[in-house]
């Protein structure tokens, strides 16, 4: 079982197998332009991303949903999901944001005004400032809490889900709060909302999420089979990458500062926190010299091939060189340092222009 | 256990004593001017009704929550509901009817769309012809499904209730399904609703019901008291009344047709079908000669003492000659065939009138 509430590491290989997730990159050849993300296998694993590729080359319709939960920071790994949702937008996908103030109450206990200022004054503006355009029709951000579209359709699909399978799925018991046990069918409302009606009608939508939020998918995919002759949905997609490592090599995580460089530090925060960063270097420079780094084990060559160096070329030098024990951690330390310090000079700037913005996006329907 | 979903006869002492709920007629003479039902016991108990007296003796603020759930037309029984609102209105109370869509299509598999209408159609039609007054922003008539407000204190509430609890309340086991597992909170909301800030903040309120309905209100009783500090609800009192008898001599319900008077029944239809009534009369005349009648289990008798018969004297003189072996069936059921007669030729007028102006009383918030 895959708790989506507290999982930490995950066997990445062993979800592709035992849960029927397949192969990214098997599908790699079939896309134009894939986001640097997916090229370079972050991106590992998918279901039914067929129908999106098709839709994306045949100009169809399609959906992506990406749901925020207002909790504390954004910190750099959350910014994997906004980069996908840019490439998405420039291949004209219809965007829904739902900001999950439900479940951000039952999870967390944050009231609903809480989240919203959260989500405005932390979320959107670094959505905004990493370069998503709100100013379209084909892109909805709405708080959960005031979607009665949403509401009324979990209400809905409630019908027929079970306390038996909520318990399966999610490990709920018996002490469980009905806040708790409810809300997933919010989100699979989330995810399923496109596709009524009123949207146009059933569409490809794709879900691209860290691999503990399966549960929720697989829930989404069962629960759209369950209402096929009342909506005609057709089975979400998804897509699952794997999950950046904190600066202290475990998880990065909001509630753990030391672990996380958060999209608010200044320039010269981010530039002293990626020099604390747990590297794949040897015990001593002779040791390295002779065996080479562990680029796979090192949270600065993370932190380059997730956000920091666009050329793949640059990239697999830095491994290269690494791995021959040519580069040593403390040039390479400087060198990403100096790449993050960049980023975030031109970042703050731009996240002081979209704090203005943010409040102007949130739709009502 | 009772289940508010399908109980069917109940005895009414057994409640009075098991579950605490407190005999109304030692309230009786605080009030000024009980309400007919008060008077001659069919309302027989309640929870905390003294603060109710109290809010209509100083004339505070209070209300009144009597929800209806659309499921089919509505017979002679649920005009108890309809008269005991009258009485509120006029003793100044604020009043909240939410229409249960919601519950009515956990519980009957009824679309929200149809609910809507069969409420409006049906119900508010009925409403209004029994001389309830929509033209006051005193009574707020609402849809579960389009009350966000309601919603949304629905889910807050929902945190501090857990499944083992509903099963406890309700019976529900692991194939329940989440939308009838949720649904209670959204009755709960329902009630409380009234004292959150935007309607004036706390205030007694009263629910009058069924004792089938007393899970619900207990259930209420105590999610008021574990938000006491969030919200500081006053705990909603009750009234619980007595079910009339269908014409069969079990229970009067609109799913069994030959039960029930209805009251979209033309005058002709509901004298025939009151002559089909189940009396308390003896086997032959000469033996009720003897030994009288037995008003006590006669479905004629209490539909004059429910709603044919205002004057407390002549009904009086109808039990004791019944029981002095005076009165025969047959003339009794005259009696009764002319008042239904007469009641139904003036109230299809009314329904005719009101069937025009039902569908403007709904109000959004």
Known sequence: ??????????????LVQKFGIKPFKDLLDELEAPHPLMRRGIIFGHRDYGRIIKAIREKQDYAV???????GKMHIGHKMIVDQLVWYQKNNAHIYIPIADMESYSARGLDF????????????????????D?????????????????SDLAYKLAKKVNFNEMKAIYGFNGSSNLAHLYVPLIQ??????????????????VVPVGPDQ?????????IADRFKSTYNFISPSSTYHRLMAGLTGGKMSSSQPKTAIFL??????????????????????????????????????EMLLYHLLDSDEKLQKIKRECKQGTLMCG??????????RDFFQDFSKKREKAKKMADKVLVEY
């Open 188 to 205: 699979v409302a989330d995810i399923l909302h496109p596709q009524l009606e009123e949207f146009d009608g059933p569409k490809p939508t």
């Open 214 to 222: 399966d549960p929720h998918i697989r829930l989404t995919r069962d």
């Open 134 to 150: 709100f100013n379209t029709p084909k892109i909805k951000v709405y708080l959960q809490s005031k979607n009665h579209t949403v």
């Open 65 to 71: 949903v990406s749901g925020m939960m207002p909790s």
């Open 264 to 301: 608010s530090d200044t320039p010269e925060e981010a530039e002293r926190k990626i020099k604390t960063g747990k590297t794949g270097g040897r015990e001593s420079l002779k040791d390295q010299a002779e065996r080479g780094g562990v680029p796979e084990d090192c949270v600065i060559y």
């Open 1 to 14: 079982m895959i708790d989506p509430w507290s999982s930490t590491s995950l066997d990445y290989e062993k």
């Open 113 to 132: 005004e809480s989240s919203r200022q959260l989500a405005l004054s932390e979320y959107i503006t670094n959505y905004l400032a990493l370069g998503l």
């Open 331 to 340: 040039e390479c330390k400087n060198i990403s340092a100096e790449l993050v």
